[in-house]
Each structure stands twice: as C-alpha cells, then as structure tokens.
C-alpha cells in the first residue's frame, strides 16, 4: 500500500520561516586606469630614446612595462659577446702563447672560471656585486636569483630585463679571473689556481663590482650621488683590468719564475691560435664595451667608434715601436698593441669622443709596448704572456685618460644637474686617481694574503720535473697534440 504525506497544517505553514531577503548586488569594482594616448606615446618615445618610462598622470600601468624588445635583444647579444671573449677568445688568445706541452692546461683554467664562476654568481655572488649592502659590498637579498625574473627591469636599466643585465654581468665575472691566468701560466697547479680565484672573488671582484658599479657603491659617481668617490668607469677598467692585471703582478712574484726561464727558448707554440683568439677577442669587445651602454642607443653606438678606434690605432703604435727599436713587426705585436688599446679604452668608451679614442690608442701601444719589453726586464718578474703589462698598466692609464678625456657632450651623465646629469666633471680626473689608488692597493694587498694561505695549505706549484713535462698530462690526463 502507497503511504501519501499528509499535507501540512496551517499552523506549520506560519511557522516556516521567511527566505532572506536578497542581497543588493555588489557594487563593481572600479575599472583599471587606461593610460591616455598621449601617455601611450610617450612611452614609445621613452623606449625609442632608452631612457625612463614617463610618470602618467592617469596613474594607468605603462601597456609596455616589461623589457623593450630591441634594447633586450642588444643585451643578449652583447651577453653572448663577452663570454665568447673568454671561450674561445682569451683560451686561443693565451694558448698560442705558451708552450704545447702547457697548451691544455691554459684552456682548462678558462674552462673552469667560465664552470665555477657561473653557479657561484648565482647562488651570492650576484647578490654580493649588486645587493644594496653598504659602499663596499652587497647583501644577500638576491641570493639564488631571488627576485630576478626575466619579466622585470630596471636591475640594471629600464629596458632590459632583470634576468638579462645578471647574465651580462657574469660574463664580466668569468673572464676577470681569467686574464690573471696569463702571468701564471705554465707554473702554478689547477687545484691551486681554481682555490685562488675562487677567494679571490670574494675578496676583490664582488667587492669592486659593488664599489664601482652598484648604485650604493663607494665609487659609483654615475649612480650613487653620495658616493665618497665620484669615478667613472663605463666598462671594466678599474672592476675588470687593474683588479686582474695588479693581481696577476703580485700572483707572479710570489709563485716565482718558470724553471730555466732566460736560459731555455719559450716562444709561443702558435702564433696562428694566438691571432685568431685576438680577432675573437676584438669582436667580443663589442659586447663589451658596447653592450655596457644597457641599450641600443646612441651611447653604445659611440662605444663602438671609440673601441674600433682605439684598438687598431693601438695595434698599429705598437708594431711601430717594435719595428723601429727591434727591427721587425711581429704578428705579436699586433696582437698584443690590439688587446692593449681594446683595455685602455674600457673604462671610457662611452665617455670620449673618436679623436680622443685615438689619441688613446697611441698612448695605449707605446706605454703598453713599453712595459711589456722593457720595464719586466728591469724589473726581473716573470709575466709570461704580459697580463701586468697590458692589463695592469694599460687598465690603470685607461681609468687616468678616461678623466682627462671624458666629455659631457658624449654622454649626458657627466653634465650638469641642471641638464640631468650628475655633475661629474668638477674634480673628475682627482677622482680617477683615488679609485686607481684603491684598487691598487686593495688587489695587491688581498692578491698577496689569499696566495700565502693557498701556498701554505695547497702548495702553488708542481715539482720541477712535472713542470719540465707540462701540465697538460700532470693535471689533466690529456696532451694537447697527440700527432
């Protein structure tokens, strides 16, 4: 039998209660701010011109906020040039200089900068160069890339993205330590030589990076308008070649001169690897020197005359003077008077104009020339491949001229407030001097320290009958020509 349900008395019908009254409708969030034509265009004309995006009195968000697709493209490329100076640039470069028996152990002491610097940048050095710490070192606040993402800018300037400008800058970490490899080579253990330059970034490239290149740097006069030492540096001059080539000075001494050097011949093995790692050295210093203008303007354009400039202007002032004084122009020469004006013009390529990038280059062959051929004989170190002479005496002069050169009417930074720019130019060339004085002192004095500490604990050189040898097979199991 079906059961029915019995349908519900009158009094149970009042007590059921009242639905709820429906609620008023939300009101609707107010619609985003859209920039105005006007604003549009402006920020066009920031991009076109690489500098800031303009402040929108709509208070919209910029509808091209992230990297600007030229400018970043021109980072890439310039990021991709600087290491490609290291590998296969520098390696060719310093390979063909020494000896075959030594030839493997060159390239794999640029191999292992480029392999341990890269890891080591992300995980502090990074943070270390361009956290905001104090005037001479960073923080941890971007330790493992924390907050670097490829989608924001202004890390390093305001159209290139923030993932971009640390790649550019590892590639200025990984070729500083491996210029020094030039005044040691064929003498000191990988072992030592890794240990060293692993310290040594710590306690002088993070360091002057930061001083020179942060905007809370001691030595930053572009970015930092109280820094204690207003310098200028475009490139690398003083963060890149006086650390490097002063470091490399004192590295040499302490490690001693190679066995039987003076009494035995020890002429490079391939002047045809040396000059082609000099014409890769000549084209990666676009990226260089160019890529530090942060953009594809006019200032990066500049860089480009002025580097062009120099360095074959150099090149040829150095075979002149080895021409007249020792009768013959070396291939040599030329590779070396290339590589001189290509650091002298460093620091100020963006800074100078082309008539003093040539007057530069002059400077930059005959005073490198000089103290490559004569002043290491006076003075009885043993540079090999004239890293001191070329890096330490040529990026010093270039920090020096680049304060007697330097024009406000190439990059407006230098100009005056009133202008937009920084007011650099008042007590310029006495600011140089001082950064060239710290950077002297503080590379030679940490260079000394770290080496006793590796020599004590690891011992700097091999025994004389594996240096006799080679390194190649001592270190690495592998000769460099098996025929």
């Known amino acids: 039998m079906m059961v029915l349900p019995l349908a519900p008395s009158a009094s149970a019908q009042e007590e059921t209660p009242a639905p709820p009254p429906a609620e008023a409708p939300a009101a609707e ?47 890439m490329v310039s990021t991709a040039l600087v290491l490609f100076m290291t590998l296969p640039g520098l390696a060719l470069f310093y390979g063909g200089l020494v000896r075959r028996k030594n030839v493997l152990s060159v390239l794999a002491q640029c191999l292992g900068c480029a392999c341990m610097i890269t890891p080591l940048w992300w995980l502090c050095g990074y943070s270390l160069a361009f956290g905001a710490g104090n005037a001479f070192i960073g923080d941890m606040s ?57 310290i040594w970034m710590f306690a002088v490239y993070f360091p002057f990076a930061h001083m020179v290149w942060s905007t809370t740097g001691l030595m930053c006069g572009p970015l930092n308008g109280d820094a204690a030492i207003k310098a200028i540096d475009f490139a690398g001059g003083t963060v890149v070649h006086m650390t490097s080539g002063w470091s490399a000075l004192v590295l040499c001494i302490i490690l001693g001169k190679r066995h039987n050097v003076g009494k035995e011949p020890m002429s490079p093995h391939s002047m045809v690897l040396c000059m082609v790692g000099t014409g890769m050295l000549w ?25 062009t400039l120099c360095a074959g202007t150099a090149g040829l002032f150095w075979a002149l003077a080895e021409w007249i004084l020792k009768g013959k122009p070396s291939v040599l020469g030329f590779c070396s008077g290339i590589v001189a004006g290509l650091v002298v013009i460093t620091p100020a390529a963006g800074f100078v104009t082309a008539t003093s990038a040539v007057i530069m280059g002059v400077l930059a062959g005959v005073v490198c020339f000089v103290a490559c051929a004569y002043l290491k004989k006076a003075l009885g170190y043993d540079d090999a491949l004239d890293t001191f002479g070329v890096h330490g005496i040529g990026g010093t002069m270039g920090a020096i001229l680049t304060g007697v050169f330097a024009s406000p009417a190439v990059h ?68 460099g020509y098996e025929h």
């Open 142 to 198: 971007y330790a493992m890339f924390k907050g670097v993402e490829p989608n924001n800018v202004g890390a390093g300037f305001v159209w290139i993205s923030d993932s971009m400008w640390a790649m550019f800058q590892l590639t200025f970490a990984i070729i500083t330590p491996a210029l020094i490899v030039g005044a040691i080579a064929e003498r000191m253990k990988f072992i030592s030589i890794m240990v060293f330059i692993l």
């Open 29 to 75: 969030a107010p619609a985003a701010a859209t920039p105005t034509v006007e604003e549009r265009l402006a920020d066009i004309e920031a991009y076109m011109n690489n500098v800031p995006r303009p402040e929108k009195a709509s208070g919209a968000e910029s509808l091209v906020a992230g990297p600007g697709p030229g400018h970043n493209a021109w980072q």
């Open 283 to 307: 084209v990666g210093w676009y990226g260089f020197n160019a890529g530090s203008a942060l953009g594809a303007d006019g200032i990066a354009s500049n860089a480009f005359v002025t580097t």
């Open 412 to 479: 407006p930074v230098l100009g005056p407030k009133d202008a937009g720019g920084m007011d650099l130019m008042p007590g310029l060339l006495m600011n140089q001097l001082k950064a060239v004085g710290l950077t002297v002192v503080w590379s030679v004095v940490a260079t000394a320290v770290i080496a006793l500490i590796v020599k004590a604990i690891l011992g700097l050189r091999p025994d004389i009958e594996t240096e006799t040898a080679g390194l190649d097979l001592a270190d690495h199991g592998e000769a």
